[in-house]
């Protein structure tokens, strides 16, 4: 009796283990990272409601907030988060694109739980002087660096296993982010993985569910930016406006892909040298730059720009003619010294501004119809990954009536900026694999 107990035990006990190992440890990742990526944007939203409460007490602090925030951001991120700057998503792609011993080697640094507290709590600080950043890129990077760290508890753990936790973590990242369950499996195979294995979709989809369990769970089930109010407009007027805001949108998109990518071509000489040499100096003049372009737009392009977009879709905000270009020079001077943040979220921000100033002269078409074709293209410009634009701003806005609308406005901006520069994201992460 007492050996069949033994042997009873054994036996529950590898049963446990095996279902542990098979989907324990997957399910518990997800878990954490729907949780991290929900924690993550209540704690941006704080730190940009201070830095709102404080510009509403004196309009002049940001000239001096902002820089002395940019300065701190830069020296912390290059003492003690290197692999923490930028948005995160080119960071993900190199480490998903190494092969062999080099991933081995360069995952471990880019994908670090150092880098999951240097990006959330630098561009927390970031966000607190009023950087034109978003939390979904580094939230990609988070979700990433999560899931690999999980993989630890494998016993054998392969560079196959590393690979499909790292994509399954950056999808689940986005798709908590925004609560686009179907946009972080379409990101997962468009932009991060060009070579989706068929027995990798079941990881990234059961990580993207879980995740996205726990975000809905947490937030409640709603929309990115609310349902979009547009089925009034006839066959015409969608023509016009799909293919004014695709070309718009691309050439837009293409040149701040090309501005990001041409530094030394546009930046002057001594600039430059600021730059390499000086980057804390360099830091807190881009701070400056972007408080200055701030306190000139009343506060319209400080943070992310969430609140303009959605108030012009929802008809309750006035946004000026200049708006786009000034949040994206803001956009610009916030992500040159290479502090954490994003651009996801101040590029829709911009992409509403452009269907706003597009509404000034296609008057007969609706002003939610424009400025949803004019986020997706603007976004599609940026990234050149039309799918995962469309599919994200489809579900941002509710918005399955314009799906042939977002998905022909999404392929002919990405076209277009591909005359500017190559896909933005590609080209960044070129830099961390040397």
């Known amino acids: 009796m007492k050996h069949l107990l033994i042997d009873l035990h054994g036996h529950t006990w590898r049963r ?9 440890i997957l399910w518990s990742g997800a878990v954490l990272v729907g949780l991290v990526a929900v924690l993550y944007a209540r704690l941006i939203d ?8 404080i510009r509403g007490s004196h309009w002049w602090l940001p000239l001096l907030l902002t820089p002395a925030m940019s300065a701190l951001c830069v ?3 290059r003492r003690f988060f290197v692999g923490a700057e930028g948005s995160g998503i080119p ?6 694109g190494e092969e062999g011993e080099l991933r081995a080697r360069r995952a471990p640094v880019l994908l670090s739980l150092r880098v999951v507290v240097g990006k959330i709590g630098v561009s927390f600080l970031g966000i607190l002087g009023g950087f034109t950043i978003g939390r979904e890129g580094p939230t990609v990077q988070i979700g990433a660096a999560l899931m ?14 590393e690979k499909r936790l790292i994509l399954a973590g950056a999808a689940a990242g986005l798709s908590a982010a925004f609560n686009t369950p179907l946009a972080g ?8 993985s060009r070579s989706f294995e068929q027995r990798a979709s079941g990881v990234v989809i059961t990580t993207v569910i879980f995740a996205g369990v726990v975000a809905l769970g947490l937030n409640g089930n709603y929309t990115y930016f609310g349902t979009i109010l547009a089925g009034g407009d006839n066959f015409r007027a969608i023509l016009v406006a799909t293919i004014a805001g695709g070309l718009l949108t691309g050439v837009a998109g293409g040149l701040f892909c090309w501005l990001l990518l041409n530094t030394h071509r546009w930046i002057p000489a001594p600039l430059r040298t600021l730059r390499s040499e000086r980057p804390v100096i360099f830091g807190s003049l881009c701070g400056l730059l972007v408080a200055i372009i701030g306190v000139a ?7 992310s720009g969430y609140a303009q977009a959605k108030g012009l879709l929802s008809d309750q905000a006035q946004l000026s003619a200049f708006y786009p270009f000034t949040k994206m020079a803001s956009m610009v001077g916030s992500y040159l010294p290479g502090t954490p943040g994003g651009i996801f979220a101040p590029s829709l921000s911009i992409g509403a501004g452009f269907g706003n100033l597009l509404h000034l002269s296609l008057t007969e078409v609706s002003l939610p119809l424009l400025i949803a074709l004019a986020m997706v293209g603007y976004l599609a410009g940026v990234t050149q990954a039309p799918i995962t634009s469309f599919v994200i701003v489809m579900e941002m806005i509710n918005g399955h009536a314009l799906v042939i609308p977002l998905m022909a406005t999404a392929l002919l901006a990405s076209r277009v900026s591909r005359f500017f ?3 933005l994201y590609d080209a960044l992460s070129e830099r961390y694999r040397h």
């Open 16 to 24: 446990i283990r095996r279902l542990w190992l098979q989907y324990g």
């Open 46 to 53: 704080v730190g940009f409601s201070l830095f709102e409460h």
């Open 75 to 77: 020296w912390l991120t």
């Open 91 to 96: 960071q993900v792609i190199a480490a998903l």
């Open 148 to 161: 690999l760290a999980m993989g630890r508890f494998y016993p054998r753990p392969s560079l196959i296993l």
């Open 185 to 192: 499996i379409v990101f997962a195979i468009e932009e991060l």
């Open 297 to 303: 737009t009343a506060g319209a392009t400080f943070g």
């Open 421 to 423: 520069a190559p896909p």
